[in-house]
């Protein structure tokens, strides 16, 4: 039984240093105390089962398994650098594990230093929370989830292997205020605006970096009533926030150029207007400015408004986003 339980620690291991290879040639952890993180905590014991897409619809895989084929197979698919849907309620995916090279992404950008404490919106299957812990501290690390079932199952992941962060059950875009204030607040679920609750939360200076549209924006907190910052250049899909109201790309309108509209850069600015640009005004846009990348946009709030923008705060082209 030993040998049994070593071998698969082993194969665990390797697993989990070839992932570690992969984010590294995809151009993420830069930074070691980041790598020392994903090289030591263990992705598989946070997703002992998850979904993977098959013929007949949604195939479980898990760890316990009485076929050691299967068996293995959760474990390849633990390890790759890829999202996995972790929890499916009616065909509706409720809760994933993100991709690892985009969540180490998310953390490198985030910026943290020793001593910060972080709010992390979506706690999903507690494995963020752990790679924070790891860097961190637990004690300094705060997670929310609207879902009960969610929040005791990353719990009990996160004891598993010696971490215990707060774990919230709560509306995520509510924030925490009973652990305020934040010195950096990361979100793993799209929103379709910047709740103005997390500014109040957050110290002067935080950094708070969050899905929106079809991206990933990071912004500087200056005081409770304003922020501001642009977006990352990688495109971001995750699961809405429930609790709110996020909008997914819109279905392709009639008389839109097929080309226009499966470009991700189009989508992504066609998303982030919605409130104020119909397809064709967006189209004109998109092409008249050189078909811009995520980078060249960016989202203010201030003194109760927020508006998203190309290149300039204040320039032509802004357009309001939903009431946080």
């Known amino acids: 039984?030993?040998?049994?339980?070593?071998?698969?620690?082993?194969?665990?291991?390797?697993?989990?240093?070839?992932?570690?290879?992969?984010?590294?040639?995809?151009?993420?952890?830069?930074?070691?105390?980041?790598?020392?993180?994903?090289?030591?905590v263990p992705r598989h014991l946070f997703v002992?089962?998850?979904?993977?897409?098959?013929?007949?619809?949604?195939?479980?895989?898990?760890?316990?398994?009485?076929?050691?084929?299967?068996?293995?197979?959760?474990?390849?698919?633990?390890y790759r650098d890829e999202p996995l849907a972790t929890c499916v309620r009616d065909g509706e995916l409720v809760s994933?594990?993100?991709?690892p090279s985009l969540m180490a992404e998310m953390l490198e950008a985030l910026d943290v230093r020793d001593g910060q404490?972080?709010?992390?919106?979506?706690?999903?299957?507690?494995?963020?929370?752990a790679l924070l812990s790891h860097r961190l501290g637990a004690e300094h690390v705060t997670t929310v989830d609207l879902d009960e079932e969610i929040t005791e199952s990353a719990r009990t992941h996160l004891a598993a292997i010696g971490y215990q962060p707060t774990v919230i059950t709560g509306d995520g875009a509510r924030g925490c205020p009973d652990r305020a204030p934040f010195d950096r607040i990361i979100a793993t679920c799209t929103l379709p605006s910047i709740p103005?609750?997390?500014?109040?939360?957050?110290?002067p200076g935080a950094l708070v970096l969050t899905p929106l549209s079809t991206g990933l924006v990071l912004l500087r907190v200056r005081d409770a009533a304003h922020a501001e910052g642009r977006f990352l250049a990688t495109p971001a899909y995750f699961v809405a926030l429930r609790g709110g109201n996020a909008r997914f790309p819109r279905a392709r309108p009639m008389g839109l150029p097929r080309p226009a509209y499966e470009d991700d850069r189009f989508r992504f600015l066609f998303t982030l207007a919605a409130e104020s640009l119909d397809a064709r005004e967006a189209l004109a846009l998109w092409q008249r400015e050189g078909r811009p990348e995520r980078e060249?946009?960016?989202?203010?709030?201030?003194?109760?408004?927020?508006?998203?923008?190309?290149?300039?705060?204040e320039g032509p082209y802004a357009w309001p986003l939903p009431s946080g």
């Open 196 to 203: 103005y609750a997390w500014l109040t939360q957050c110290r």
């Open 296 to 313: 060249r946009f960016g989202v203010t709030v201030s003194e109760g408004r927020q508006w998203a923008w190309l290149d300039d705060p």
């Open 117 to 129: 404490d972080v709010l992390e919106i979506g706690a999903g299957t507690g494995y963020n929370a």
């Open 48 to 78: 002992p089962s998850y979904y993977v897409s098959g013929t007949g619809g949604h195939e479980r895989l898990r760890s316990g398994h009485p076929d050691p084929a299967r068996r293995a197979r959760w474990l390849r698919g633990a």
């Open 1 to 40: 039984m030993g040998g049994h339980v070593d071998g698969f620690a082993e194969e665990a291991a390797r697993a989990r240093r070839a992932l570690v290879r992969e984010i590294e040639a995809y151009g993420a952890l830069r930074d070691p105390a980041w790598r020392a993180a994903f090289s030591e």
């Open 96 to 99: 994933s594990s993100s991709q």
